[in-house]
């Protein structure tokens, strides 16, 4: 059966090809009721337009290259799906792939995306981001994973600290505990610093308000690693409450307060970082800062697509992270 092309559609529906491509690009030009007819006639044949055709002609692929560091992270899989329902509202489809937070893949994967004429990248950086060299005329925004000299997206990582830690203080809590994220991790200091940030506000004339802080990699084990560093302490000494720099982390640091009988929230109160969905599903639920990270892949795909102005450069767009209470957080025990 010969394959039905475009002008097959402009013939059956009495309207010449351009037409039928302003109908399939959504063009303003056209109205309802003939939108209408050539839609139904293109349903009807089966018609299914050539994408490598029309980026010739176009001069765009209508494709969105998207590379990670991590795909098993549950952070980036929903910034991957986000940027794929915000990219498709634009008629654009994406290409993902994923730098294993290596530098060299990463070089190797921008090369591979440009091969691909992709329109533009949405790009978390490796942490060795240093040996970054993007192609000439390729617009790539940077998100989460901040670089000076580039346009950027992300959370406002440390004003989202700031915001559990007081949630923390505002329950009474004065020796809360911090897991901070690896020392490479431009999102991880900038958590670090939020949670410098309320822990000396509210040192400010109190006592049992030192820092105390557990360094580990964002996944579950390293959580519950730093979980067991924080509460192995007198019971006068441990803290009573933790705030992990990911929900991953939190998760982690609740299994070590089980396995060491430590009821939650009602001897410990846990926060997490990210709001991902496994954050609803733990018993108790988990309290966490949330990203914004539905509005984070809108803001990168609109910035490539030029629907909307890109940050200002060395200026990044960052945007409000929000308090999600659930279960893991209560007022202190009298020691």
Same mark, same amino acid.
């Given at each position: 059966?010969?394959?039905?092309?475009?002008?097959?559609?402009?013939?059956?529906?009495?309207?010449?090809?351009?037409?039928?491509?302003?109908?399939?690009?959504?063009?303003?030009?056209?109205?309802?009721?003939?939108?209408?007819?050539?839609?139904?006639?293109?349903?009807?044949?089966?018609?299914?337009?050539?994408p490598?055709?029309?980026?010739?002609?176009?001069?765009?692929?209508?494709?969105?290259?998207?590379?990670?560091?991590?795909?098993?992270?549950?952070?980036?899989?929903?910034?991957?799906?986000?940027?794929?329902? !915000?990219? /498709? $509202? *634009?008629?654009?489809?994406?290409?993902?792939?994923? #730098?294993? +937070? &290596?530098? =060299?893949?990463?070089?190797? %994967?921008?090369?591979?995306?440009?091969?691909?004429?992709?329109?533009?990248?949405?790009?978390?950086?490796?942490?060795?981001?240093?040996?970054?060299?993007?192609?000439?005329?390729?617009?790539?925004?940077?998100?989460?994973?901040?670089?000076?000299?580039?346009?950027g997206?992300?959370?406002?990582?440390?004003?989202?600290?700031r915001?559990?830690?007081?949630?923390?203080?505002?329950?009474?809590?004065?020796?809360?505990?911090?897991?901070?994220?690896?020392?490479?991790?431009?999102?991880?200091?900038?958590?670090?610093?939020?949670?410098?940030?309320?822990?000396?506000?509210?040192?400010?004339?109190?006592?049992?308000?030192?820092?105390?802080?557990?360094?580990?990699?964002?996944?579950?084990?390293?959580?519950?690693?730093?979980?067991n560093?924080?509460? !192995?302490? /007198? $019971? *006068?000494?441990?803290?009573?409450?933790?705030?992990? #720099?990911? +929900? &991953?982390? =939190?998760?982690?640091?609740? %299994?070590?307060?089980?396995?060491?009988?430590?009821?939650?929230?009602?001897?410990?109160?846990?926060?997490?970082?990210?709001?991902i969905?496994?954050?609803?599903?733990t018993?108790?639920?988990?309290?966490?800062v949330?990203?914004?990270?539905?509005?984070?892949?809108?803001?990168?795909?609109?910035?490539?697509?030029?629907?909307?102005?890109?940050?200002?450069?060395?200026?990044?767009?960052?945007?409000?992270?929000?308090?999600?209470?659930?279960?893991?957080?209560?007022?202190?025990?009298?020691?």
């Amino acid at each position: 059966m010969p394959k039905v092309g475009i002008r097959d559609v402009a013939k059956l529906a009495g309207v010449s090809t351009g037409t039928v491509s302003r109908v399939l690009n959504d063009h303003p030009s056209v109205t309802g009721e003939l939108r209408v007819r050539v839609r139904g006639i293109i349903e009807q044949l089966g018609y299914m337009p050539d994408p490598s055709a029309r980026s010739m002609r176009g001069k765009v692929s209508r494709l969105i290259g998207i590379v990670i560091p991590d795909l098993t992270n549950p952070f980036f899989s929903e910034l991957v799906q986000s940027a794929e329902q !915000a990219a /498709a $509202r *634009h008629g654009y489809n994406i290409i993902v792939m994923t #730098s294993f +937070d &290596q530098a =060299a893949k990463e070089t190797d %994967r921008i090369g591979q995306l440009t091969s691909r004429k992709v329109d533009g990248i949405i790009l978390v950086p490796s942490n060795d981001f240093h040996t970054l060299k993007p192609p000439k005329g390729l617009p790539i925004v940077i998100v989460d994973r901040l670089l000076p000299g580039y346009s950027g997206i992300a959370a406002d990582h440390r004003s989202g600290v700031r915001l559990g830690v007081e949630h923390l203080v505002k329950l009474g809590h004065r020796r809360i505990g911090f897991i901070s994220g690896p020392k490479d991790s431009v999102p991880a200091n900038d958590r670090l610093k939020g949670y410098i940030d309320a822990m000396e506000l509210i040192s400010e004339g109190k006592q049992n308000a030192a820092p105390l802080i557990a360094e580990a990699a964002f996944d579950y084990e390293s959580g519950r690693s730093a979980g067991n560093y924080l509460l !192995a302490r /007198a $019971r *006068h000494e441990r803290p009573t409450a933790i705030f992990a #720099s990911s +929900d &991953q982390q =939190a998760i982690g640091c609740m %299994r070590a307060a089980h396995d060491l009988g430590i009821p939650i929230p009602a001897a410990l109160s846990i926060v997490g970082f990210d709001g991902i969905p496994l954050a609803s599903m733990t018993i108790p639920r988990l309290t966490t800062v949330k990203q914004p990270i539905q509005d984070i892949a809108a803001a990168a795909v609109a910035v490539l697509l030029s629907k909307q102005g890109a940050p200002e450069l060395g200026k990044p767009l960052l945007l409000p992270c929000a308090i999600s209470e659930g279960e893991t957080t209560s007022s202190p025990q009298p020691d």
